[in-house]
């Protein structure tokens, strides 16, 4: 049950963090540019 619950919490974090402005590498790039702002990329 404790596995269950842990590995759920662990799916729903990784999800979400793909989103975050630096999660990838080609984010990174394209965020250090500056043409962008976090808001466009959500």
């Known amino acids: ?4 619950g842990f ?3 662990w799916v729903s974090n990784t999800a979400t963090a793909v989103m975050m402005p630096i999660a990838t590498p080609p984010n990174v790039i ?3 540019s500056g043409q962008l702002r976090i ?3 959500i």
């Open 30 to 32: 394209v965020f250090a």
């Open 7 to 9: 590995l759920s919490m």
């Open 39 to 41: 808001t466009d990329m």
């Open 1 to 4: 049950m404790i596995a269950t």
